[in-house]
Nanobody, 123 residues
Framework: QVRLVESGGGLVQAGGSLSLSCAAS????????MGWFRQASGKEREFVAGISRNSGTIYYSDSVKGRFTISRDNAKNTVYLQMNSLKPEDTAAYYC????????????????WGQGTQVTVSS
């Protein structure tokens, strides 16, 4: 059974930082592109960042570029999202996603999703 378990969400003031983790199990992690998406209340889920199997290709949405950093550790079956300079508009549930073979992008349909972790940025 494939599981993607996010952690690290919480409440932070604007300008602060949070680090999210997503621990994967039940799949050959190094063979999957990984990504992060988010969904704010009342809005559609949107792509945040994606990373290829060997970390050689990385994509960010324009709204987080320069503030967020995605990384992965294939030895630990974990993908990370370091979020700096957080803004109130970053408030959302953040979801980890996995896609076999290819990097996760805004147009990728992931094979698997995590359950999400809430990030709330206060002004």
């Amino acid at each position: 059974q494939v599981r993607l378990v996010e952690s690290g969400g919480g409440l932070v003031q604007a300008g602060g930082s949070l680090s999210l983790s997503c621990a994967a199990s039940g799949l050959p992690f190094s063979m999957y592109g990984m990504g992060w998406f988010r969904q704010a209340s009342g809005k559609e889920r949107e792509f945040v960042a994606g990373i290829s199997r060997n970390s050689g290709t990385i994509y960010y949405s324009d709204s987080v570029k320069g503030r967020f950093t995605i990384s992965r550790d294939n030895a630990k079956n974990t993908v990370y999202l370091q979020m700096n300079s957080l803004k109130p508009e970053d408030t959302a549930a953040y979801y980890c996603a996995a896609r076999a073979s290819i990097v996760v992008t805004s147009t990728t349909r992931p094979n698997y999703w995590g359950q999400g972790t809430q990030v709330t940025v206060s002004s």
